[in-house]
């Protein structure tokens, strides 16, 4: 599946996106991609507690990997930017 989508939700929590016009953000709510795959599911006859098992599981997934990220020792300051910028012949000298 390949979902096109744009961001409808400010940069951080409480961003009220002022600068954005409130109709095209309603209309890109309505076009959310996870709603319309449920909406799809239904169709195809998933029921709805299939649906809210797969957003369940998924849900914990995430849930999952946030503790653990958390719960990760922070990166030596030495490493912090590895891999991050190149040092490649000729460039940046």
């Known amino acids: ?25 309603e209309a890109l709510q309505n076009r959310d991609p996870i709603r319309f795959a449920a909406a799809e599911l239904t169709k195809a006859g998933a029921t709805t507690a299939a649906i809210q098992k797969i957003s369940d599981e998924v849900d ?14 922070l990166a030596n300051r030495e490493d912090i930017l590895a891999d991050v910028y190149t040092r490649a012949e000729g460039w940046g000298t």
Do not use: S
């Open 1 to 25: 599946m390949e979902c096109d989508t744009i961001r409808v939700r400010g940069h951080f929590e409480g961003d009220r996106q002022d600068c954005r016009d409130k109709a095209e953000l």
């Open 60 to 73: 914990a997934k995430i849930e999952t990997a946030v503790e653990a990220a958390l719960a990760a020792p």
